[in-house]
């Protein structure tokens, strides 16, 4: 018998709203105390910051230009690479329960596996593998879909759409009548996407998706080994949490976030030193990808519409935390304490007011890139608790997940096991992490490399809609962990910026060709 | 808000062999992912999707001579939408006749011309393997997406 795996992720949340990251917000007591008990990350960074690149890389190992899924809407293959395939095959039970997202959504000719599972009552099919053996969806025996509505073709809508049909309504419309992102406002202030949701908590998505890992840990044998990715739609926009919960937090309490710029005079001249997309989306003139409302300025946004924001994206994590800790008490229960590895994390952040901005999009600062990352490894390993300063990535999970099985990291993983430590990270040279974007939308390509190195963050633009190719942005995050202060037109930043390029078009792997196609917006 | 989408795939068939099959409104299902069935009444359609979505469509153009085909969704939830289905023939190579397919898609709101072109492009592909099913394996792809 090995060690259990269980990957717990959540959808767009901010290093800074986990306690044992700083955060004054959101109590999060089981992943502080994961934390305390376990290796955490302060420089985990995702290979792009919106959900299906990014969840795609989680599966693969590959950075975005290898696994090809290079925005949101494009589908990651059925017979792509999969870190669950490897364990399955070498005897792990598998399963993903909850937010899948490496397919689009919008389908209405029903083109897509993961959106047909629900509607045809099964949880898996037999697909090729990447080696060309038939095997489950992806590797995955078990998988159990939801995202963040109770309408649409995944398990958790038909579920609730036969057990509790009146709440189907409840949430807030993630989209507008246009299938464009909404931006209507809710809650006290008007803020986009927030909503009073009168669902009961125990129907709401969160709980249901630790309801059902819990379901499905129970049906193994007690002598199985196990991979659970169980992924937490939330806190993830529409902020609709359930209203019997928005007392935990009020929101006419909640401090503006530091990277709050409260003066618009000074926020502006920030927004205007940064490449030329940033003050034009701010100013109302560029929506340049589908992941942001098209109808929001977000020049309009008010101090007290973050408040409520970021009260209401606090309940979702704490509501996270607890089903959290649901599930790990039902480990227990069932005696594997002492021998589950728990990785904590999510896809991608969040800007959530960092200068005067919400949602996500292509802009590579802490907001989006800083992830929480936890390793809390399984207790009979002895592992002595660490905190890790140096650069890693999502591309180094399903590497770690093959460490953990025993199991030799296949050549075509990027990433490496996490580091347990500084002392380890420097000997196997931890020392950078790659971020990439792309998107094409109407006629409007932006296109981002990132390094994230020595303490500098370093953004080259490539030709585009918006961008020439001589444009970037270079922050000191030591002297700036705002990252206000643009320095890549700095001539005393030359040398450092002439080095991170170079490194950076080093370690890039090229776009794959042809690019894989855009099926939808998302 | 209008959004207008393009894809185009090379066929090694002949453009008079390609369009017998486009040119058949009704024989959209035999090569269309996710369309069950296309039954058409006069000028109009009515296709249904693999989710049991129906979708209304009038049929606007059958051009044989310039191989073009053309139609529009009438779902009240889609202000305008053009789909426009062109066959050019592309004359002789070593492989013999080919021809280059072009489908386009325009509609309001924006959103559904992603949604909806996505569809064509795979409908492009399925065209592509039935109508060179006999011949040996198809280049890797030269399938490119433009106006996204």
């Known amino acids: ?522 | 808000m209008l959004g207008s989408i393009r894809h185009e795939i090379r066929i090694r068939r002949s453009a008079d062999d390609v369009w017998q099959l486009v040119g058949d409104a009704a024989r959209l299902h035999e090569w269309f992912p996710g369309i069950t069935s296309s039954p058409v009444d006069g000028t109009s359609r009515l296709i249904t999707t693999d989710a049991g979505l129906p979708m209304p469509e009038e049929i606007l153009v059958v051009d044989p001579v310039q191989r073009r085909f053309q139609y529009r969704l009438t779902s009240p939830m889609i202000t305008h939408h053009r789909g426009t289905i062109d066959v050019i023939d592309l004359g002789l190579d070593v492989d013999g006749a080919t021809c280059i397919v072009v489908y386009s898609t325009e509609a309001d709101p924006r959103a559904m011309a992603l949604v909806i072109g996505g569809g064509t492009a795979g409908a492009l592909d399925e065209l592509r393997r039935q109508m060179e099913t006999a011949e040996t394996e198809p280049p890797a792809d030269d399938h490119r997406d433009d106006d996204v």
């Not at chain 1, 490897?86 to 039970?93: A, D, E, I, K, S």
């Not at chain 1, 389908?107 to 053996?133: I, K, L, M, W, Y």
């Not at chain 1, 080994?225 to 909640?254: I, K, N, Q, T, Y």
């Not at chain 1, 929506?287 to 109808?295: D, G, I, K, T």
Request: proline share 8%; aromatic share 10%.
């Open chain 1, 1 to 522: 018998m090995g060690r259990k795996i269980l990957l717990v992720t959540t959808d767009q949340q901010r290093f800074d709203t986990l306690g044992c990251n700083g955060g004054t917000i959101a109590r999060t007591p089981v992943a502080d105390s994961l934390a305390a008990t376990g290796y955490r990350y302060e420089r985990a960074h995702p290979q792009s910051v919106v959900c299906m690149p990014s969840r795609s890389t989680i599966i693969t190992g590959q950075h975005p230009s290898t696994h090809g899924v290079w925005m949101n809407g494009v589908a990651l293959p059925v017979d792509a690479p999969s870190v669950a395939s490897v364990l399955h095959q070498v005897g792990y039970r598998t399963a993903i329960i909850g937010k899948p997202h490496f397919e689009p959504f919008l389908d209405p000719f029903a083109r897509f596996v993961e959106n047909g599972f629900a509607r045809s009552g099964v949880f898996t099919t037999t697909q090729p593998s990447s080696d060309g053996t038939a095997g489950p969806h992806r590797g995955f025996e078990h998988f159990e879909s939801a995202t963040h509505t109770g309408a649409g073709s995944l398990h958790y809508a038909r579920w609730l759409a036969d057990v509790h049909p009146e709440a189907v309504g409840m949430f807030y419309p993630v989209l507008d009548p246009e299938l464009e992102v909404n931006a209507l406002g809710g809650g006290d202030t008007g803020a986009p996407q927030v909503h009073d949701n009168p669902i009961p908590r125990d129907w709401y998505h969160t709980d249901w998706v630790a309801d059902r890992t819990i379901a499905w840990l129970d049906s193994l044998a007690a002598d199985d080994d196990w991979f659970c990715w169980m992924s937490f739609p939330d806190p993830h926009h529409p902020w609709d949490p359930p209203a019997s919960e928005l007392g935990r937090v009020d929101w006419r309490e909640v401090p503006l976030p530091a990277g709050y710029i409260a003066d618009v005079a000074t926020r502006e001249n920030v927004l205007d030193a940064k490449a030329r997309h940033w003050r034009a989306w701010y100013d109302g003139r560029l929506v340049s990808n589908y992941e942001a409302p098209l109808r929001w300025v977000p020049a309009t946004l008010t101090a007290d519409q973050v408040r409520e924001v970021n009260a209401r994206n606090a309940v979702e994590c704490e509501l996270v935390d607890e089903a959290l800790g649901r599930v790990l008490a039902a480990v227990d229960t069932r005696g594997w304490g002492d021998d589950v590895d728990v990785v904590f994390t999510t896809d991608h952040g969040e800007l959530q007011g960092d200068f005067g901005l919400l949602f996500k999009g292509p802009y590579h600062v802490d907001g989006l890139m800083r992830l929480p990352l936890i390793w809390r490894p399984a207790r009979s390993s002895s592992a002595t608790p660490s905190t890790v300063t140096r650069p890693v990535g999502l591309v180094d999970l399903a590497p770690t997940f093959c460490a953990i099985a025993g199991l030799p990291v296949p050549s075509w993983m990027e990433g490496r096991p996490l580091p347990v430590d500084d002392h380890d990270a420097d000997a196997r040279g931890f020392e950078r992490v790659l971020t990439e974007w792309d998107s094409v939308l109407f006629g409007v390509d932006v296109h981002l490399r990132t390094i994230t190195r020595d303490g500098w963050v370093c953004t080259t633009y490539q030709p585009g809609h918006s961008h020439d190719g001589t444009e970037g942005e270079l922050y000191d995050l030591a002297s700036d962990p705002l990252q206000q202060v643009n320095r890549w037109d700095d001539p005393a930043c030359a040398a450092t910026r002439s080095d991170l390029l170079a490194d950076l078009w080093d370690q890039q792997p090229p776009m794959r060709s042809p690019r894989r196609r855009v099926e939808a917006p998302v």
